[in-house]
């Protein structure tokens, strides 16, 4: 049976602001308004015959992945933590090593979670013609069919036919030059490189002992004793940090001999910038793609999305416009790729919307930072039902909780109690305190933090359902 990989880690840097390093793209909702590109990378698995997915993702994006998960049915994922990112070929071989661990060699389908397939069917179709190539110990690459001359991908050349729709890989080649992407376009052997695959679990671990062992040997070591809690398994992280950052294609496929290429066409897109996305988007008759609160005067060409408030624009042409509640970006279409500089500048002058949204999720729920100066900070916090923050102290802030809807149950010292609408409670510096929301609704609430430092590294945790540290 195949066996779906998912790969979820990655900023999205390019998509900022709306991509952020504790939200990145994969778990957004940039081409569906219903669910995230990681969601619809998993429906878009139904009607296969397929083993539950196996998800890989940074440990510091594991509540959301497995919310995400649990939000379209699958309540006991499986989700493999990277505690340092190492790029594709450790990551897959975390996975492999994991699905081999009790003599199975299952094959794998390796997917990314942030990439868009509208022709599902068609999608569908390429896996079954990579399926015999696959189990004959080919490692098969998806060569994505090129509808322009791209500079931004890599291409793969297409060689000799095997027969059943696939071929082998005469080579990879590097992002090119327009004049290059133009002849590769011309020739009709060359393909775009979609960083999906499949091959046997055991034949990936082969491959990579062969050509790139301290990658495997540091990943056998990481797996050795794994740790298991809810849907998370962790690897020895010392280890791992020591294994090489490689991509599969250079520390595998482009060295093995059994590279083999099967093609896609199926309005395949990897939302790498925000002028993909106006590419893939829904347009009105003047080629603007618009989200959210947007009103348009003689604009063309242009990607204006709004989460808070109204936009406005008058006599502009290919523009990017994204608006969140803690920043605003304008840029020229043909200048997304910069993006990134600016988010290397917000981290390089010690800034945090690079991090965070104003919004951040949590386990138990969300929390929005509405207001803060010095010696205060306001924050409006939502607990889903049943769920509750862990029992925990601060060194350096008093905290004053008022209850607008649900009722919350607060441990405060040694005293336990309820707090309803329109009532409030002081948690004071030092004090162990909790809370959890006991009904089922969710429970809103205004927080008032005082004192001399407001960060949230100020936590001393001394109990958390969610095993966080």
């Known amino acids: 049976m195949l066996q779906p990989v998912i790969m979820a880690g990655g900023s999205g840097s390019r998509l900022w602001p ?17 669910v995230s590109m990681l969601q619809q990378t998993v429906q878009r698995l139904e009607n296969i015959e397929i083993s539950l997915p196996l998800l890989i993702c940074n440990e510091e994006h594991r509540f959301l992945a497995a919310e995400q998960l649990r939000q379209i049915g699958y309540k006991n994922a499986s989700i493999i933590l990277e505690p340092v990112g190492r790029n594709t070929a450790p990551a897959i071989a975390l996975a492999a090593l994991q699905l081999t661990a009790k003599g199975e060699n299952p094959l794998m389908l390796v997917l ?16 079954e013609q990579a399926l015999p190539l696959a189990e004959s110990g080919k490692l098969v690459t998806f060569g994505i069919v090129p509808t322009k001359a791209e500079t931004g991908y890599g291409y793969i050349e297409q060689g000799e036919s095997l027969g059943n729709h696939g071929y082998t890989v005469a080579r990879f080649v590097e992002k090119p030059n327009l004049e290059t992407a ?13 960083g999906m695959f499949m091959f046997k679990a055991q034949r990936y671990l082969d491959e990579l002992k062969a050509f ?17 809690d809810l849907d998370f398994t962790r690897v020895n992280a010392e280890a791992f940090a020591a ?18 290429m099967v093609s896609l066409d199926a309005g395949w897109s990897d939302i790498g910038s925000w002028s993909a996305l106006w590419e893939v988007s829904e347009k009105d008759s003047h080629g603007n793609s618009t ?10 060409n242009s990607l ?52 965070n949204h104003r919004e ?22 939502t607990v889903k039902p049943s769920a509750k923050l862990s029992v925990q102290m601060h060194h350096h802030r008093a905290e004053h909780w008022i209850v607008v809807s649900g009722t919350a149950k607060v441990t405060n010292g040694e005293k336990s109690y309820l707090v309803t609408e329109n009532q409030s409670t002081y948690i004071p510096i030092g004090q162990v305190h909790s809370l959890e929301n006991p009904g089922v609704i969710d429970l809103e609430l205004i927080e008032v933090q005082s004192g001399s430092y407001l960060g949230e590294d100020d936590i001393v945790r001394f109990e958390d359902i969610y095993g966080r540290n």
């Open 291 to 300: 989200v959210g609160d947007v009103m348009t005067s003689d604009t063309t």
């Open 212 to 228: 790139q062992p301290d990658i495997l040997e540091a990943c056998t070591r990481a797996m050795d004793t794994p740790s298991h």
């Open 182 to 194: 133009e002849e590769y376009l011309a020739s009709g052997k060359f393909f775009w490189n979609s």
């Open 112 to 127: 990314a979670a942030d990439h868009l397939i509208s022709d599902t069917a068609a999608f569908h179709q390429s896996i």
């Open 304 to 355: 204006i999305r709004s989460e808070n408030r109204l936009i406005a624009t008058v006599g502009v042409s290919d523009l990017v416009i994204v608006e969140t509640k803690d920043a605003l970006l304008v840029a020229h279409k043909d200048r997304v790729q910069d993006v990134k500089k600016i988010v290397e500048r917000i981290k390089a002058e010690g800034r945090h919307e690079h991090a």
């Open 18 to 34: 709306l991509s952020r390093q504790l939200n990145p793209k994969q778990f957004l909702r940039l081409t569906s308004e219903k």
């Open 360 to 381: 951040v999720y949590r386990p138990w729920g969300v929390y929005d930072s509405i207001d803060s100066g010095h010696r205060y900070q306001v924050k409006r916090i």
């Open 243 to 260: 294994c090489p950052d490689d991509s599969i294609d250079y520390a595998v496929m482009e060295r093995t001999a059994d590279a083999a």
